[in-house]
């Protein structure tokens, strides 16, 4: 039967699921029914991993195994320490990421995925050590010595940790623990589908969250947060905020961290964090890239807001995660540890009714070409 080729598969639903739901014109976001604002402000992200993963919110009891068995899981293999050690210190800490996903597999072995205990212990393993994994590369890429996770701290607060050394404040932690709420899942995006694709295949948790990340990895994805950083560097100044948008528009270039294909409205997710930016700069003081940053913001939303574009999630992703001191090549790892939870519960969503994904394409190639051989084609003699 033919098919309408649709770019992108822009609207095309690939899959039914109950993970998540956004509303892109009221401006709803729901992780298994429940506002994304209500988990920003009373969950932790390990009981909200556990919601998106198990489909309910654990009761006290359970909230604390998971806990322990997080703590249990974060720390890495020798081995993966010695190959984050041999990668060149100049990579992308994406690529970093992924590689040590990928090998962290071959300690794990998980090939057989028909036993929902196992694969659920596979999903722990893997949301405990992506931030083990992350500090260790940016330790090791700073030339500091990579620290082992402490037992006493939570998910977030070890991160920070693990990252500077120090033990981390609570407004810091609650910063980060929130970002990372709001990044763990977003419907079927282009990471959540490429990990789905791969789990179809019936490939293990490893490979799975491997493929994700190296989606997450491009630039119209999980990198815009990156360079929303670079442009508020580059305006410099406030002053300098409105002629360096209109020029901007005038170009007909897009400006990095507002618009989505979703939210024609404001996302719920860059309202919850600007509260949040707001509330670190109360805490520490302002910054001029912050001053810019609300400058931009105020100056895109008078001019596009009637087109429906605002600031998304990576606008202000970007200036909580600066204000922690993190550098902008490791926002996306960090968005990454977040939407981990979303990748493994999209996969254990796959798995319980699986088919493996085989579209189709259109033939838009020649038929009976003559095959010529190599010393009868032309081209330039080199
Ligand atoms: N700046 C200026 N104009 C914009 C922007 C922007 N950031 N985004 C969209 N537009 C304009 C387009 O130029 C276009 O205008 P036109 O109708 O006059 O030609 C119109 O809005 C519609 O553009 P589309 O590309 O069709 O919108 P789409 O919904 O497909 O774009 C996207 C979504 C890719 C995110 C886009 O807004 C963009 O490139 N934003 C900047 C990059 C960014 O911030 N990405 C992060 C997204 S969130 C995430 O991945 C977690």
Redesign the pocket.
Known sequence: MPHEFVPGLEGVPIAKSAISFVDGLKGILEYRGIRIQHLAEHSTYEETAHLLLKGELPDPATLDAIIHDLAHHRRLESQIIELIKCLPEYGHPMDALQAAIAALGMFHPAKDVTDDARNFRACIRLIAKLPTIVSAYERFRNGAEILPPLDGLGHSANFLYMLTGEEPNPVSVNALDVCLILHADHTMNASTFSGRVTGSTLADPYTVVSSAVGTLAGP??GG?NEQVLDMLRDIGSVQHAESYIEEKMANKE????????VYKTKDPRAIILRRLADQMTEEHGSTELYEIALKVDDVVTER?GA?G?YA???FYSGIVYDALGIRPDAFTPIFAMGRVAGWLAHWLEQLIDNRIFRPTQIYAGEHDVQYIPTEQRGGNPR
């Open positions: 119209l994805h815009a897009r400006i990095m961290g507002f618009g989505h294909r596009l087109k574009i998304n999630v990576d």
